[in-house]
């Protein structure tokens, strides 16, 4: 059964930092790119940023660009994201998700984790 769990989230102040944590199971990890989308409150879902199965190719969105930075380690099978220069912009639900492939291409992800919880308020 593929399972992703994210994990780090919560509340952080304008400027702060948080580092996002996506633990991979059931699917062999390192054949697979992975990715991050979030949703603010009352709007749709955002794609934030996108690695490849090595992690030798990332992808952002441009309001992320230079803030963001996606990471992965595929000997503990964990996605990571790190966002700094954080704004109340960036309240969300943050979920990670598995691409069919192994390097991103088209926003097609077939599995999702649950999500957690960004809240950047002073």
Do not use: H
Not at 41 to 70: D, Q
């Amino acid at each position: 059964e593929v399972q992703l769990v994210e994990s780090g989230g919560g509340l952080v102040q304008p400027g702060g930092s948080l580092r996002l944590s996506c633990a991979a199971s059931g699917f062999a990890v390192d054949d697979y790119a992975l990715t991050w989308v979030r949703q603010a409150p009352g709007k749709g879902l955002e794609w934030v940023s996108a690695i490849s199965s090595n992690g030798g190719k990332t992808y952002y969105a441009e309001s992320m660009e230079g803030r963001f930075t996606i990471s992965r380690d595929n000997a503990r099978n964990t996605l990571y994201l790190q966002m700094n220069s954080l704004t109340s912009e960036d309240t969300a639900v943050y979920y990670c998700a598995k691409i069919p492939t192994s390097d991103f291409s088209v926003y097609e992800f077939d599995y999702w984790g649950q999500g957690t919880q960004v809240a950047v308020s002073s």
